[in-house]
Each structure stands twice: as C-alpha cells, then as structure tokens.
C-alpha cells in the first residue's frame, strides 16, 4: 500500500517542475528514478508496477536486458552520422524491419508523429505520381476520434479540443468519417481520394476495437478503389495485441505500416514507415529527410527490438496473459464499469461516471502501487509491458477492484 501524497525528495522536484516545466503534462504526482522490467521506483523508493508501459513504447519493459546491451556496445563505437553517410546498422536494420513486415523498403524517422507526417506525405506524392491526381487536390480519409499526434498537419483533422483548438490556421485536405463505418468510408471516396489513414485500434481514444471484420472491409474496399490503407500501428503494433502487429488480428496488410514507440525499445525514439517499392519508391534524394532518422544507436536498437519480435514469444506471451487480464476485468462489469475491451495486453475501461472519473481512478491506483493512464472521462487504458510476470497481472485486476469497493 502506498501513502498519498508526495514527500521528501519528491515534493522538491514536483516543485521545480511546477516551476520550470510548460504544463502540456498533467501527470501524477509521481517521480520515478529507476525502473527495470514491468517496474518503476520513485526517489523516494516507493515501488510501483507500470500500467501504461510508456503509452506502448515500453513493450519490452524497462532496461530489457538484450535492448540495453545493443545500445551500450554501439554508443562505444558510433551514434551519429546523418544521412549524408552511410553506417553499418542502418542497412541490416531496414533489411531486417522489412523482412518482419513483409514489405520491400523502410524509411526510417524519429517520433512518431514525425512518421504520420512522412507517411501523408507519401500518400499525396504516391497519388499525384502514380495515381494521377491533379496536383494539390489529393484527400485523405480519417476517422472520428483518431489520435496521431500533434503535429500542425496532425491536429488540424483532430476532433479533440485540446489537441485542436486555438492551433490554426488548419491544414486542408482530409475527410473524417465515423471508426468503422465502412458505408460511410465509401460514401466518402472519391477519385480525388489517394489514401484511408486509420489506427487498427484507437488508443488514445481509449482501447477503441472496430467491428470484427472492419479492417479487412477497409482493405477490401481500398484495393477496388486504388487507394493506399496507411495502418498507424505507433501504439498497437510490435506485440501489444499478441500479434506483432494489430492487423494481424484480421490478416490484413496494409500498403503503408507507420511504426514507433516501442521500435526504440524505451531507449531512444526510433519511428519508421514500411511499405514496398512502389509506394516508397516515388521519394528521390533530397525529397524527404531526417538529420537523426536512422541514425547509428536508433538502428541498432531497433534492429535488436525487431530480433526480439521475430521468435513470436512477445506476441504469444502478451496473447497468454492478455487473456487473464481480460477475464479478470471482466469480472468488474457492473460493480462500477460499464465496459471493457481487451487485445492482448492492452485493455480500455469505462468507469461508471457516477462511481469517479478515469483521472481519480489513477490517482486510487497509485495508492494502490500502480500506475496507469486516464482518456476521456471516466476511460482508462492499461498497458503494462509484455514482460509482466502472471501474479503481476492479478495484483493489476485485485488493484482496479479495490478501488471500486
């Protein structure tokens, strides 16, 4: 059991973060100081186990062993170069990430918000190049309560205030229509239309799962009409959902995969987007760039990240206890939730408005020793690294009970 409130050394830094630090944040008033697997520890060494897993870049928990011993052996040897050379972890890094995906080339960025950007980019060249599109008329077609990022690009088709609000003048050129609704994602295409940009399962928005069946309309519907199914797998790809990537979950494959957050390993922000040849193959040189996009440490971490994901035993470990955590929240329908949605180790919980709001329910968990994330009134989401052990999963459930009681 943890206390409430903060003290010691951790009043003074939420002090000076109070002081010093713009507030875009509203986090718990926790300071973490060390960490390693499924848990952190605070500067005052309270324990705490971790829930959000870094909004997914934490998949393979805190200082996993193999991520940190790649970053360790290339910071001795070379981390920067730029694109203006070559290094020898950035071919067999691409090799290897394509390889996984399935698909022919890589373009490698840094944040994930940065791949969303090269990935739109991409769509409107792809259609002006190759589709045909009159120049400066491409659309792309988004969905309701999307989240990929905030970028001025990436908020201007947000339908959340704070991400949206107070940021124009807005960038031109996408249509939302309603997550999963595949007549309404039809009515929408036109020939003007070069790409659907969707996330196979909304996170942000609070573990949001389509319509079984939804994702392989989406891909049905894009190849019949010669648009590109770009798939924003920055939170749900790389194991969460038992697969390595959340289309898996329909067998789907997308045109473009836009990869991030756990690529880095929770070491250092490593974003890609993954496609073949035909689509990567419009960018010439000096037509798109990243000062650190591949550079030396990111490639070789995120070489080891892609080594990790290719014996399947993340994926199926995060499928074994996913289904623990998915019974065992579902146990708590009625007695204070409304609703749960799980995939893999990820799970969205709507708390009954009149029981708290998602903000109070973290901050009973972390009196509770754990930590995880609000969205949306009264929605949590749960995220805890694939690493969790089995009794780590129950002391999450008993947690979330608890605070219902």
Known sequence: MHAPGATSQSSEHLSLAEEWIAANYHPLPVVI???EGAWVTDVDGRRYLDALAGYSALN??????TLVAAAHEQLDRLTLTSRAFHSDQLGPFCRDLAALAGKEL????????????????TARKWGYEVKGVPDGR???IVMSGNFHG???????????PAAHDHYGPYT????????????????AMTDETVAVLLEPIQGEGGVIVPPPGYLRQVRDLTRQRDV????????????????????????VVPDVYILGKALGGGIVPVSAVVADRSVLGIFTPGSHGSTFGGNPLAAAIGRAVVGLLRTGEYQEQARRLGKLLDEGLGELVGRGVD???????????????????????????MEQGVLMKDTHGSTVRLAPPIVIAEDDVHLLVDSFAKILR
């Open 138 to 140: 491409a659309r792309i």
């Open 60 to 65: 393979f928990g805190h200082l996993h062993p």
């Open 339 to 365: 609703a749960v949605r799980v995939r893999g180790l990820w799970a969205g919980v709507d708390i009954t408005p009149t029981v708290m709001t998602g903000r109070e329910a973290c901050e009973r968990m």
């Open 106 to 121: 890589v373009l490698p960025m840094n944040t994930g918000a940065e791949a969303v950007e090269t990935a739109i980019k």
């Open 150 to 160: 905030r970028t001025t690009t990436i908020i201007s088709f947000s339908e959340d």
């Open 33 to 35: 100081a060390h960490a």
């Open 228 to 251: 590109l199914m770009l798939a924003d797998e920055i939170q749900s790809g790389l194991g969460r959902t038992g697969t390595t990537f959340a289309c898996d979950l329909e067998d």
């Open 172 to 187: 031109p050129g996408f249509d939302i229509v309603p997550y999963g609704d595949i007549d309404a994602l039809e009515a």
